[in-house]
Structure formats: C-alpha cells, structure tokens
C-alpha cells in the first residue's frame, strides 16, 4: 500500500505566535519544505461526530490575503462537496456565496487604495 505523508512546523515567538510555517509533503510537485502564511486543517471525528478544525497563519499574514484564503477555501469546498455528494444545491449556494464575498472583498480592495 501507498503512504503518503504532509508535514508541517510552525516558528513560534516568545508569546507562542506563528512567526513562520513550513510544510513539505512525499506527493509535493514542488520538491523541498515550503513556507506559507496560514494553514486551515480540519478533521472528521468520527466518534463524536463533529470537526476538529487547526487554523493558523503567521504575524506577515495580511488581512486581505486572509480574506482571499478563506473565500478560495470555501470555493474548494463547494468543489468538494458536488464531488463527494452530488449536492448542487448546497455546492451552488456555498459558491454563490464565495463569489458575493469575492466581489466585496475587490471593492474593499479598491477602496483601500
């Protein structure tokens, strides 16, 4: 059987905030540890059913590149969930609503500047 294995080590400073991030994983196309500014993992606890959700993301982090990582993150999840389900219903309101957000966060954008 296949193993395949993700990694990741985060820096913390005194306070216990993540200064840095790396991941490296045996299926990376990418060779080598990469460095990130935020990771979101979430996992299926089958026993109590329910997530158990790790978010964390570094002190360079901005709050616009938070923004966009959480708005590509339920996209994926939409994705996901037509894949896994078939539920287009639910797949089509969660991406309806990553595109509302999206748009938002444009003219947030822009106004910013």
């Given at each position: 059987?296949?193993?395949?294995?993700?990694?990741?080590?985060?820096?913390?400073?005194?306070?216990?905030?993540?200064?840095?991030?790396?991941?490296?994983?045996?299926?990376?196309?990418?060779?080598?540890?990469?460095?990130?500014?935020?990771?979101?993992?979430?996992?299926?606890?089958?026993?109590?059913?329910?997530?158990?959700?790790?978010?964390?993301?570094?002190?360079?982090?901005?709050?616009?590149?938070?923004k966009r990582f959480y708005i590509e993150l339920m996209s994926?999840?939409?994705?996901?969930?037509?894949?896994?389900?078939?539920?287009?219903?639910?797949?089509?309101?969660?991406?309806?609503?990553?595109?509302?957000?999206?748009?938002?966060?444009?003219?947030?954008?822009?106004?910013?500047?």
């Amino acid at each position: 059987m296949k193993k395949s294995e993700i990694h990741f080590t985060v820096e913390l400073d005194d306070k216990n905030i993540p200064e840095k991030i790396f991941w490296e994983a045996t299926d990376n196309p990418n060779e080598g540890i990469n460095d990130t500014r935020a990771i979101a993992i979430a996992v299926w606890d089958h026993y109590h059913r329910g997530t158990l959700k790790i978010d964390l993301w570094t002190k360079d982090m901005e709050v616009f590149e938070m923004k966009r990582f959480y708005i590509e993150l339920m996209s994926g999840i939409a994705d996901t969930m037509l894949t896994a389900t078939s539920d287009r219903v639910m797949a089509e309101a969660i991406e309806g609503l990553c595109e509302t957000l999206s748009r938002n966060l444009d003219e947030e954008m822009k106004a910013a500047k």
